[in-house]
């Protein structure tokens, strides 16, 4: 199993652009979540979904936006970037009905918005 | 609400020592679950150990053990003979049984530990 996938590693935008981070998971998982990491924050859930169709805001929302069409995947949307969005991202996902519902995390997607 | 405090942004501690890494939780939630997770320099993040709210016993993994104290609502992180290799970003997080919300977790601002030869 890969796990977690995450795509880019890394991307610089400028303000305004849009982008889709990708995240994938092969392990049958029906929760995924994104977070994003500052410097002294810890992480903070933009968006969140319990399964295919259904998803949820989180803490951040704002300037995000999450569709989730597949078990499989759950690609973050950014509308138009602002500086305010530099950040490492991380997917995450966990499986219902397992015993501490633990949180697989992605390597992450560093993108700095100039 | 539900709330992480890490009241230690760093911490010290030398080889073959033991450390203990503070975690106060805040739910109103009887059924929750609490993890302390490991992020390294190379920024993925790992996961040590977990802790259920109706658990007896507290957790223990190999050298991490969590002291779980549950009427002062504290999961505090105890790492024995600390190795180099344990230098990193530790964070606590809670996730709160209840409905849609059991897919996601609250963080913690994290604890940057340095083990010192």
């Known amino acids: 199993n890969a796990g977690v996938t995450q795509t880019p590693k890394f991307q610089v935008l400028k303000t305004g652009q849009s982008m889709t981070l990708q995240c994938a998971q092969d392990m049958n998982h029906e929760y995924m979540s994104w977070y994003r990491q500052d410097p002294g924050m810890g992480l903070r859930l933009i968006h969140y979904?319990?399964?295919?169709?259904?998803?949820d805001q989180g803490e951040v929302p704002n300037g995000y936006n999450v569709s989730r069409s597949t078990t499989e995947d759950f690609p973050l949307r950014l509308l138009s970037a602002a500086p305010s969005q530099t950040s490492v991202y991380f997917c995450?996902?966990?499986?219902?009905?397992?015993?501490?519902?633990?949180?697989?995390f992605g390597p992450g997607t560093r993108l700095t918005v100039t | 609400a539900q709330k992480i405090t890490q009241t230690q942004p760093g911490m010290f501690v030398q080889e073959k020592e033991a450390v203990t890494l503070d975690c106060t939780y805040d739910t109103s939630d009887p059924s929750y679950g609490l993890f302390w997770y490991k992020q390294p320099s190379s920024g993925e993040m790992i996961f040590l150990i977990y802790q259920g709210s109706y658990d007896q016993q507290n957790a223990t993994e190999g050298r991490y053990s969590l002291n779980f104290q549950k009427a002062r609502k504290s999961a505090n992180l105890v790492i024995s003979a600390s190795q180099l290799g344990d230098s990193a970003m530790y964070f606590c997080?809670?996730?709160?049984?209840?409905?849609?919300?059991?897919?996601?977790?609250?963080f913690g601002r994290g604890t940057q530990l340095t083990v010192w030869p």
């Open positions: 979904s319990v399964g295919a169709g259904i998803t």
């Open positions: 997080a809670m996730r709160v049984d209840r409905g849609s919300t059991l897919g996601r977790l609250y």
């Open positions: 995450a996902s966990s499986h219902r009905g397992s015993y501490s519902y633990e949180q697989y």
